[in-house]
């Protein structure tokens, strides 16, 4: 390409325009696969950017901040320095000759590569073993980190899928912690890479730009979930403050024992105090407070980690904590925010993660290496759609089996059960066989309730709880009853029961 800017501006304007061709290519080929899907959604993407970047080579090109394209305008209809249209050409064309003689070798230099070779390529897209190319999530680091924190509780990892969103139901006082925030950026790091690599083509910035601008609405009027009082908790800090017991009408720690130990525990909690110890020292440590202020108590009368009231601190302690809890509020909305945009893969994480708890591992093995298998036959298998309008299952050859089969196995018959998630089994064979496989094994035991042959064919979950509970009471009446069952004889060679026995012992009958 020459080196002029009008030629460069023109080459920019030609490339824009191929790429967007490109694009418009790229998204109307059928993808059939989920990792064919990623690799067109990344190919877009690549071309995306690099019609950005033309632009922006662009928009410095016209706003010609060193006039050089203004001069070159100037210089091309022989204006300035007296020069005349053919004695400009001649120049430039002899400089241009010139150059090519004394560099022979040099070939035409492009803006970019051919916007072509971009539909060729296959991206490189770096997941873990775990995420299976954009599947499922990896938080088995994230899981580690949150039980070994202080905030953490110990469950297991399938329920931490379920809570680790939930970030109202942790304690406010670690909330501020640098443990709680360092995990909290970890998390929102990660769940960002694992969008944009799964979703190349959504914008975050203007996801996250309104996420910003409805946390400030929600953040002035208070209806932010878990910082409802935007971290102060004035009213309810001014609360605790108003004593239950008023001490200045108490002459003696005596007086206040004789309120009893209940109610000076109850003062001691509303001024933030220790609550333990015996009635006298309760009352002691409740009458310390008669014309002091709490903030000039000995620390050693406060619980372990207790943070003054709202009202004791300084303006600047409240701008501090006030910046420091709406930053870790807003970096909760945003980890919020991906977590429902990612909500279907975390549904299929929890999923495949209860599904690996009821295989054993020659079964994980097998459905791996069958997923290898049927990875290498969809790339063999490209070329050419098979025709199926009646949308027939697929048989060993890949091919759909026969129209009669299908008849004859009942595949068109759909069976629900609700114990597995109301998921439906389509033919008889097929919905017969779930009862044993890790779905209904699952539901069952959630239930928990032996997954027996007495339950074959239940799918209702009320059936099958009505079913447990009289095979229960059965089991009740059988078993050995030693006051009923257990026979005793007198001198008379009566026979009676235990209970029959000591009741006619007792009465002096025998």
Request: charged letters at 35%; a negative charge; one cysteine or more.
């Amino acid at each position: 390409m020459s080196g002029t800017l009008l030629e460069q501006t023109r080459a920019f304007h030609e490339e824009c325009e191929r790429l967007e061709r490109c694009i418009v290519q790229e998204l109307q080929k059928e993808t059939k696969s989920h990792k064919e899907r990623l690799h067109q959604n990344h190919r877009v993407n690549n071309m995306r950017h690099a019609i950005l970047d033309s632009t922006a080579k662009l928009v410095d090109i016209y706003e010609d901040k060193d006039h050089a394209r203004e001069d070159e305008i100037a210089a091309l209809g022989g204006q300035g320095q007296g020069q005349n249209f053919f004695t400009s050409f001649y120049e430039r064309f002899k400089e241009i000759r010139e150059y090519h003689r004394r560099h022979p070798s040099v070939r035409e230099a492009t803006t970019a590569d051919d916007p072509e070779e971009y539909l060729k390529e296959e991206p490189y897209i770096d997941f873990s073993g775990e995420e299976a190319y954009g599947r499922y999530l990896d938080l088995h680091a994230l899981y580690n980190q949150y039980l070994n924190s202080k905030f953490g509780q110990p469950l297991e990892y399938s329920a931490f899928l379920d809570d680790f969103s939930q970030t109202h139901k942790i304690s406010r006082n670690v909330k501020l912690s640098k443990q709680y925030q360092d995990y909290l950026k970890s998390m929102t790091d990660y769940l960002l890479s694992f969008f944009e690599r799964t979703q190349p083509l959504q914008d975050v910035d203007k996801i996250f730009a309104k996420v910003n601008a409805e946390f400030e609405e929600r953040w002035n009027a208070g209806t932010v979930q878990g910082w409802e009082d935007k971290g102060l908790g004035t009213e309810q800090a001014s609360s605790r403050l108003q004593p239950l017991i008023d001490v200045e009408d108490y002459d003696s720690v005596d007086e206040l024992m004789e309120l009893g130990p209940d109610r000076l525990k109850e003062a001691l909690a509303a001024l933030g105090l220790k609550t333990g110890g015996t009635p006298r020292q309760r009352a002691e440590r409740l009458f310390l407070t008669k014309g002091v202020a709490l903030d000039s108590l000995d620390r050693k009368h406060f619980p372990k980690g207790y943070q003054l009231p709202i009202t004791m601190k300084s303006e600047k302690e409240i701008a501090q904590q006030v910046a420091s809890s709406k930053a870790v509020a807003l970096a909760e909305v945003k980890m919020q925010r991906l977590c429902e945009l990612l909500q279907e893969a975390i549904e299929e994480t929890k999923s495949h993660v209860e599904k690996k708890q009821a295989l054993t591992y020659e079964e994980m093995e097998a459905e791996r290496e069958e997923e290898e298998v049927a990875q290498e036959s969809e790339s063999e298998d490209e070329e050419q759609a098979i025709y199926n309008p009646l949308k027939l299952p697929m048989g060993w050859d890949g091919k759909p089996i026969p129209y009669w089969l299908y008849k004859l196995h009942g595949l068109g018959q759909e069976f629900k059960c609700e114990i597995c998630g109301n998921y439906s089994y389509w033919g008889r064979r097929a919905f017969e066989r779930h009862f044993k496989e890790w779905r209904h094994q699952h539901g069952m035991r959630c239930l928990g309730i032996p997954n027996t042959k007495n339950f074959h064919e239940i799918t209702s979950i009320k059936d099958a709880k009505a079913l447990w509970e009289r095979i229960q009471e059965r089991q009740g009446v059988n078993k050995w009853r030693p006051d009923l069952e257990e026979e005793y004889e007198d001198l008379d060679g009566n026979v009676y029961n235990k209970k029959t026995f000591s009741d006619l012992q007792r009465q002096g009958l025998i």
